[in-house]
């Protein structure tokens, strides 16, 4: 199994097994970012696009998502919605 050392978690880790897209970003995501990471950063796209309530097909939603998800995986994080809180 690929090991990376994770910029998300600080940490070596199983890496993803493939580039997540076809791009320079999904190139750095797959060198960078652990398969861990990239799960936690699903769970919070799916909270992003539920609160927000976000259409796909809108480039600037999918705009919207891929600068959360730099900020997330190599920034300081990606910030939950106003009010957004957990039960």
């Not at 097909?57 to 910030?79: D, N, T, V």
Request: hydrophobic share 40%; aromatic share 10%; proline share 8%.
């Amino acid at each position: 199994m690929r090991k990376v050392h994770c910029q998300k978690l600080g940490l070596e880790a199983p890496g993803l097994t493939k580039p997540p897209f076809p791009n320079a970003l999904g190139e750095r995501i797959y060198q960078h970012i652990s398969a861990q990471a990239w799960e936690l950063w699903l769970s919070h796209q799916t909270m992003l696009i539920n609160e927000y309530k976000l259409s796909l097909i809108e480039p600037k939603s999918r705009a919207f998502l891929m600068e959360e998800m730099e900020k997330f995986l190599f920034g300081g994080g990606s910030q939950k919605p106003p009010g957004f809180h957990v039960d």
